[in-house]
């Protein structure tokens, strides 16, 4: 089939690349020309494990092409999806201003029948917007399809390929046609195909990160609770996790939730409850309580230094919101550095992949190194904000060597606690003694 993919972000990209995978013909359009000169060459404009290599087999097959022209996109594509960005607006609404931009330039340039594919994370009548701005402008036959994305950031490629589910929201059965045959490839072990309405899926997408968000935040409040009672929230985790009704995923607790998506997604779709007449209580308690965890290590790092952290050094190993990305947005890192630097403190920092996102954000104000442990020399302190596969074994003798004193705050609960002991480190993580 021949595909367009509007938008060359996380999503896009990887779905334009992964449809390539799969013997489809794909044009990207982005409207940044740096950018698609850039992939044009072969170069990869974000960091996704795996993304690299499909991204250059499919461009040598000439499967994947890229373009800075919506017209030629249009003429190319039967299916179109739209992988545009949706901000968060002021008061925490999804902006859909891409979007419905996109579509009113859609509708003055369609020559034919198109399947017009939402992809981007939209609120509930998103759908029928875009479709009445691209009819207010064209006369030629077209479908909308609410099409959800599930990808993870750090393994995108992988959950396109093999979704547990693919959600398709339409009441046209051509378009449902159209996007089960497109999707077949991807669902030959018998995961499902979804078909509903066009708002139902929109809210299965908000539905599955909020509650999600609501899994991660209640065990954030378990452990702050078990702090106070002298619980170890690792035995509570396991022993909650056990249960097949609660399943052990997302119940590892930490200093909070960040990226492009929970945060965002969350607090639209309590945005639209409120437009709806509708509260989501349970929503206001998960916003309110993830905005504290993010720097629930700061009162902690000043009690320990008695309230003064003037030009004390803290290392911070982690930057990104998550493992596999080098995604800042949210990050809570970003939250805790600010914190110490308007505290006096000096921050040294170390990331695998996120350092020149963060470097844009700070520029001088705090200090890069080139690995884990030139970030530990003569500091403080430790900080650790994301939990990184090359922080989990690392060699304690050294840290201690390094630290001015072997102290470690762990915002991701890496270690075993016995283990710093041994090693005559103070620790400090989330929830346990």
């Given at each position: 089939?021949?595909?367009?993919?509007?938008?060359?972000?996380?999503?896009?990209?990887?779905?334009?690349?992964?449809?390539?995978?799969?013997?489809?013909?794909?044009?990207?359009?982005?409207?940044?020309?740096?950018?698609?000169?850039?992939?044009?060459?072969?170069?990869?404009?974000?960091?996704?494990?795996?993304?690299?290599?499909?991204?250059?087999?499919?461009?040598?097959?000439?499967?994947?092409?890229?373009?800075?022209?919506?017209?030629?996109?249009?003429?190319?594509?039967?299916?179109?999806?739209?992988?545009?960005?949706?901000?968060?607006?002021?008061?925490?609404?999804?902006?859909?201003?891409?979007?419905?931009?996109?579509?009113?330039?859609?509708?003055?340039?369609?020559?034919?029948?198109?399947?017009?594919?939402?992809?981007?994370?939209?609120?509930?009548?998103?759908?029928?917007?875009?479709?009445?701005?691209?009819?207010?402008?064209?006369?030629?036959?077209?479908?909308?399809?609410?099409?959800?994305?599930?990808?993870?950031?750090?393994?995108?490629?992988?959950?396109?390929?093999?979704?547990?589910?693919?959600?398709?929201?339409?009441?046209?059965?051509?378009?449902?046609?159209?996007?089960?045959?497109?999707?077949?490839?991807?669902?030959?072990?018998?995961?499902?195909?979804?078909?509903?309405?066009?708002?139902?899926?929109?809210?299965?997408?908000?539905?599955?990160?909020?509650?999600?968000?609501?899994?991660?935040?209640?065990?954030?409040?378990?452990?702050?609770?078990?702090e106070k009672v002298g619980a170890d929230v690792d035995k509570v985790r396991i022993g909650m996790g056990t249960d097949s009704r609660i399943g052990k995923r997302f119940l590892f607790p930490g200093i909070g939730y960040g990226g492009s998506c929970f945060p965002k997604d969350v607090k639209a779709l309590h945005k639209s409850g409120l437009?709806?007449?509708?509260?989501?209580?349970?929503?206001?308690?998960?916003?309110?309580?993830?905005?504290?965890?993010?720097?629930?290590?700061?009162?902690?790092?000043?009690?320990?230094?008695?309230?003064?952290?003037?030009?004390?050094?803290?290392?911070?190993?982690?930057l990104a919101f998550k493992p596999e990305t080098d995604d800042i947005r949210e990050a809570p890192s970003l939250y805790i550095i600010n914190q110490l630097l308007e505290l006096g403190a000096n921050v040294r920092v170390f990331d695998p992949e996120a350092m020149p996102n963060v470097k844009r954000k700070f520029g001088d104000k705090i200090?890069?190194?080139?690995?884990?442990?030139?970030?530990?020399?003569?500091?403080?302190?430790?900080?650790?904000?994301?939990?990184?596969?090359?922080?989990?074994?690392?060699?304690?003798?050294?840290?201690?060597?390094?630290?001015?004193?072997?102290?470690?705050?762990?915002?991701?609960?890496?270690?075993?606690?016995?283990?710093?002991?041994?090693?005559?480190?103070?620790?400090?993580?989330?929830?346990?003694?």
């Open positions: 089939m021949k595909i367009s993919v509007i938008g060359t972000g996380y999503v896009g990209l990887v779905t334009g690349t992964c449809l390539a995978e799969t013997g489809n013909e794909v044009l990207c359009v982005d409207i940044d020309e740096n950018k698609v000169k850039m992939m044009k060459q072969g170069e990869v404009p974000i960091y996704e494990p795996h993304l690299d290599v499909l991204f250059e087999r499919n461009i040598k097959a000439n499967r994947l092409n890229f373009s800075t022209n919506l017209k030629e996109g249009l003429d190319h594509g039967d299916v179109i999806f739209l992988a545009l960005p949706t901000p968060e607006d002021e008061d925490g609404s999804a902006d859909l201003k891409y979007i419905l931009g996109v579509a009113e330039k859609i509708g003055n340039l369609m020559e034919s029948y198109k399947v017009i594919v939402d992809k981007s994370t939209v609120p509930v009548g998103t759908s029928d917007k875009v479709k009445e701005t691209i009819s207010k402008k064209s006369k030629v036959d077209f479908d909308v399809v609410s099409n959800p994305e599930f990808l993870r950031e750090g393994f995108a490629v992988d959950d396109f390929l093999k979704p547990e589910r693919i959600v398709i929201g339409s009441s046209s059965q051509k378009a449902i046609d159209i996007m089960q045959k497109l999707y077949k490839p991807y669902v030959r072990s018998g995961n499902p195909i979804i078909i509903m309405d066009e708002k139902s899926a929109e809210l299965t997408k908000y539905a599955s990160n909020a509650f999600l968000a609501t899994k991660i935040t209640f065990m954030n409040e378990i452990a702050n609770f078990c437009d709806s007449n509708y509260k989501f209580k349970i929503l206001d308690s998960v916003i309110e309580v993830n905005h504290k965890q993010k720097t629930i290590l700061i009162p902690r790092i000043k009690a320990f230094y008695d309230n003064d952290l003037k030009d004390k050094k803290f290392a911070v190993w982690g200090e890069f190194s080139d690995n884990m442990y030139d970030a530990l020399s003569n500091a403080d302190a430790l900080i650790i904000c994301t939990e990184w596969s090359i922080f989990r074994t690392p060699d304690f003798k050294k840290v201690k060597q390094l630290l001015n004193q072997p102290v470690i705050f762990d915002g991701r609960n890496l270690y075993d606690t016995n283990d710093l002991v041994d090693n005559q480190i103070k620790y400090y993580s989330i929830g346990r003694p």
